[in-house]
Nanobody
Framework: QVQLVESGGGLVQPGGSLRLSCTAS????????IGWFRQAPGKEREGVAC????????FYADSVKGRFTISRDNAENTVYLQMNSLQPEDTGVYYC?????????????????????WGQGTQVTVSS
């Protein structure tokens, strides 16, 4: 069965940290670019961070640059999103997606239509 599963979400105070995981089963993440997206209540889903399949190059949305880090562990078939200095505006459901054929990392972070697989999402709430 092919699926992506996100985990690691939760409730954290402003300034805190969380590490999200995106684990694949039924296929190898090594051959896919991976994007993390989030959707806040009443807002559209937005790209947060993406990592390529070829050379692990990365792209970050301006809102998270310097605070979030995306990385992959192909042996674990998992991609991580380390989130530091979290703020209330980071609250939302975080999704990961896997894209096999893509042009650039920036493009797939800004356009979510071409992804092959999506996870079910994990809730992140930043609140005091």
């Amino acid at each position: 069965q092919v699926q992506l599963v996100e985990s690691g979400g939760g409730l954290v105070q402003p300034g805190g940290s969380l590490r999200l995981s995106c684990t694949a089963s039924g296929f190898s993440l090594a051959y896919y670019a991976i994007g993390w997206f989030r959707q806040a209540p009443g807002k559209e889903r937005e790209g947060v961070a993406c990592i390529s399949s070829s050379d692990d190059s990365t792209f970050y949305a301006d809102s998270v640059k310097g605070r979030f880090t995306i990385s992959r562990d192909n042996a674990e078939n998992t991609v991580y999103l380390q989130m530091n200095s979290l703020q209330p505006e980071d609250t939302g459901v975080y999704y990961c997606g896997a894209d096999y054929f893509y042009s650039t990392i920036q493009y797939i972070c800004e356009h979510q239509g071409g992804y092959d697989y999506w996870g079910q999402g994990t809730q992140v709430t930043v609140s005091s």
